[in-house]
């Protein structure tokens, strides 16, 4: 393996895509490298041509991301912190277009779903792109004054469109959270402030094993903030978790609860222990306002 690229971020997808817009806000000063897929991005932290990989997990509209946690696990990479990136879609078309003009808005599936208002608004046919940054590439290039994209502010600069409507998206929590990938573990110092540890396991095959392996966590205070199941190589009977709690492994409560989850797990797997994101306070102090009586 050769040495890493200190200044070298990757992403998936094209130059403007919403994972290129959270590098350069997580990380300002690294160069953002763009790759065709997941794993491509993932490849170049294994082999060096890049120090980190900003992998979006999961969308606070769409959900977790499809094929991130089977890829996490085989990656043999680290979490070493976390983004969370408000999603801003822009409609995106060429210099002069009038909204009236419009009959297409091309873009990833995911964005044209989270903006169905203003498509149905301007009666448009949806038309579903391999990613968004790629969708404003193409209207750039066809010249077509009939096609918008549905993209992000910095996927405009980029390929010199205009932003028709701004901030376009129907919810406007909609968030993606990020999770930030190293060939070596950079755990956070337990005493430097909250961190987030997230973790696989399987739980053996013994009637409440499930039940069991998470009591550890509720009798010790730890706070789980994640927890999702997937199959394994297409069987109903294998299934493997992962999970996101609060608190250091070198925690004592969290250290107990960890040792509970083994002895009634066939596998345990520690991905990394990272700073969390000021953002989650944020949400919670916003959780509180809503639901004072909570």
Request: hydrophobic letters at 40%; charged letters at 25%; proline letters at 5%.
């Amino acid at each position: 393996m050769t040495e890493p690229v200190n200044n070298m971020i990757a992403f998936q997808g094209e130059p403007g895509a919403h994972s290129h817009a959270a590098c350069l806000h997580a990380y300002p000063d690294m160069e953002p490298i763009a790759c065709p897929t997941f794993e491509d991005a993932l490849a170049a932290v294994k082999s060096g041509r890049a120090r980190y990989a900003m992998i979006p997990i999961e969308n606070s509209v769409a959900g977790r991301v499809a094929d991130i946690h089977h890829l996490l696990p085989e990656a043999d990479l680290y979490i070493v912190n976390e983004q969370f990136e408000r999603i801003r879609h822009q409609l995106l078309g060429l210099p002069g277009t009038n909204l009236d003009q419009l009959k297409r808005a091309l873009s990833h599936t995911h964005a044209l779903g989270q903006c169905r208002k203003i498509i149905q608004e301007l009666g448009l046919k949806a038309v579903r792109e391999a990613d968004t940054a790629g969708s404003a590439r193409i209207v750039k290039e066809e010249g077509d004054a009939t096609q918008a994209a549905i993209a992000s502010k910095l996927a405009s600069e980029i390929y010199g469109l205009e932003v028709l409507k701004s901030d376009i998206e129907d919810a406007s929590h909609n968030t993606t959270r990020f999770v930030v990938l190293s060939a070596e573990p950079e755990d956070a110092d337990h005493e430097s402030g909250p961190v987030i540890t997230t973790f696989i396991f399987r739980v053996r095959n013994v009637p409440a094993a499930l039940y069991k392996a998470l009591g550890g966590f509720a009798t010790n205070g730890v706070n789980m903030t994640k927890l999702e199941s997937y199959q394994l190589e297409g069987s109903f009977n294998a299934t493997m978790f992962h999970a996101d709690i609060e608190g250091h492994p070198s925690d004592r409560n969290v250290r107990l609860a960890l040792e509970e989850l083994s002895f009634f797990s066939s596998e345990v797997k520690v991905l990394g222990t990272y700073p969390s994101n000021p953002y989650r306070e944020e949400l919670e102090k916003l959780s509180a306002t809503r639901n004072p009586q909570a």
